[in-house]
């Protein structure tokens, strides 16, 4: 079974850089399509990027200025950073596997860690 588990702090201050990991076992990330993807407190999910086999990435338009997604393949890890950060950026955020650039199918998530931003 492919697992994900999601670790960073879980306290950001206003104006700076979230950093999380995504360490993933059972499968390798130089294969499938790894999403970050993250909700907030009483709202739905937000797609914020995705990483492929190969290293290339798309985000969301709306988050693609502050997001950088990157990938250790040595600790067949994902990063997610998160530049400037607002408490409106608080949420839970997940990683997930999919098939394809544009499907929203995951079959594997993370359990998902909490990220407040707050001073």
């Known amino acids: 079974q492919v697992q994900l588990q999601e670790s960073g702090p879980g306290l950001v201050k206003p104006s700076q850089t979230l950093s999380l990991s995504c360490t993933v076992s059972?499968?390798?990330?130089?294969?499938?399509?790894w999403n970050w993807i993250r909700q907030p407190p009483g709202k739905g999910l937000e797609w914020m990027g995705v990483?492929?086999?190969?290293?290339?990435?798309y985000y969301s338009p709306s988050l693609k200025s502050r997001s950088s997604i990157s990938r250790d393949t040595s600790k067949n890890q994902l990063s997610l950073q998160l530049s400037s950060v607002t408490p409106e950026d608080t949420a839970v955020y997940y990683c997930?596997?999919?098939?394809?650039?544009?499907?929203?199918?995951?079959?594997?998530w993370g359990q998902g860690t909490q990220v407040t931003v707050s001073s």
């Open positions: 997930a596997r999919a098939g394809s650039w544009y499907s929203a199918d995951y079959d594997y």
């Open positions: 059972g499968g390798s990330i130089t294969t499938s399509y």
């Open positions: 990483i492929r086999y190969d290293g290339s990435t």
